[in-house]
């Protein structure tokens, strides 16, 4: 029964929350402003931010590396929530689980080591090769 207790108590919390959101939806339909659009003219029906009228299209055309970062930062969250997760249980789960963190570490650490070597982490502009008579050739070594 002592689970049965817990259970409802879940429910109580949802009925509550649900409460409260119709509660606040509800004032805010009936205490909300209405403008007809005809008065406010044509700018009233457009999005804005920050009380500006935008002038051009909302679509960007983002570089590769910037989808980059962001898996970058997605891989290393998770390798950082379970390190620290691990570093709670280090000894209880003896050599086994160092076993076992070193290898999910070495499993980020080598396509990391490829990337790296293979150029996806140089974000910044390519540096251009200058030689000495100006025709833009690399001289064979």
Request: with cysteine; hydrophobic share 50%; proline share 7%.
């Amino acid at each position: 029964m002592e689970n049965a207790s817990d259970i409802w108590s879940v429910f109580i919390y949802a009925a509550a929350i649900g409460v409260l959101l119709a509660c606040m939806l509800g004032l805010s339909a009936l205490t909300g402003t209405r403008r007809r659009e005809s008065a406010g003219g044509p700018s009233l029906s457009t999005p804005f931010e920050s009380g500006i009228i935008p002038t051009g299209s909302a679509y960007l055309r983002l570089p590769a590396q910037y989808y980059l970062v962001a898996m970058f930062f997605v891989i290393f969250d998770v390798e950082t929530a379970f390190l620290f997760t691990w570093g709670t249980v280090v000894t209880e789960v003896g050599w086994i689980g160092y076993g076992a963190a070193m290898a999910f570490i070495a499993f980020l650490a080598i396509p990391l080591a490829y990337l790296w070597r293979a150029g996806a982490l140089d974000w910044g502009p390519r540096p251009r090769f200058r030689t000495p008579d100006g025709d833009g050739k690399v001289p064979a070594p």
